[in-house]
């Protein structure tokens, strides 16, 4: 069974651009989480979205969005970057009630 | 504000050794406590997970140890190898309709030297 695919791997954006970042499901998984991973803060939660419906959010500013397709993929979209939002973007995956199951991540760097 | 704290930062053990990493956490709404392990350039892998109406639960070399009263939780490995070496993270979640918000811990690097 294939894991959860992210793209692009790696991104390098300077201050004030958008980025749109994707993520692709475990098949059958029809929740998907986005995390941001930083040395200084860790893992932290930015969303979930099931049903193409965002059903939890994390505090984070509305620059940051996202949004869930019929097929379960998700997009996650920065605007107006900042350098602080260089980061490695992690998308998971579950069935309703399961266990997350991580992508490899998204590498942003802001410049 | 930190919900889940954890320590060390960092640790250095000796092939064979039983590296602990601690974790406490502050809301006792959690009713879910994973622990994932992070190699460099991967995303975190599920190690191993408990609920609170358990003090105690063995998956392999993986064990978690579970403290209610003390809102405390712990990852011990049994044996470990140098491939265990790596960045561990535990979490924590509450119940909210299917949906899973993990709070993570700052995460352990641990090194297990051959």
């Known amino acids: 069974k294939a894991g959860v695919t992210q793209t692009p791997r790696y991104l390098i954006k300077t201050r004030g651009q958008q980025v749109t970042l994707s993520c692709s499901p475990i098949?059958?998984?029809?929740?998907v989480s986005w995390y941001q991973q930083t040395p200084g803060q860790g893992l932290q939660f930015l969303f979930e979205y099931f049903s193409e419906t965002q059903r939890n959010k994390g505090n984070f500013p509305g620059r940051f969005s996202g949004r869930q397709f019929s097929n379960s993929r998700s997009e996650m979209n920065v605007s107006t970057l900042e350098l602080g939002d260089s980061a490695l973007y992690l998308c998971?995956?579950?069935?309703?009630?399961?266990?997350?199951?991580f992508g490899p991540g998204t590498r942003l760097l802001v410049l | 504000q930190q919900q889940v704290k954890q320590s060390p930062q960092s640790l250095i053990v000796q092939k064979g050794g039983i590296p602990i990493i601690n974790c406490a956490y502050e809301?006792?709404?959690?009713?879910?406590f994973p622990w994932y392990q992070q190699f460099p350039g991967k995303g975190p892998a599920l190690l191993i997970a408990i609920r609170p109406d358990v003090s105690e639960k063995k998956e392999g070399r993986f064990t978690i140890s579970f403290n209610k009263s003390a809102k405390q939780f712990s990852l011990h490995i049994m044996d470990s190898q140098p491939g265990d070496s790596a960045t561990y993270f535990c979490?924590?979640?509450?119940?909210?309709?299917?949906?899973?918000?993990?709070?993570f811990g700052k995460g352990t690097k641990l090194t297990v030297n051959p």
């Open positions: 998971a995956s579950k069935k309703n009630g399961g266990t997350q199951y």
């Open positions: 098949s059958g998984h029809r929740s």
């Open positions: 979490a924590a979640s509450k119940p909210q309709g299917g949906s899973e918000k993990l709070v």
């Open positions: 809301n006792t709404a959690f009713d879910y």
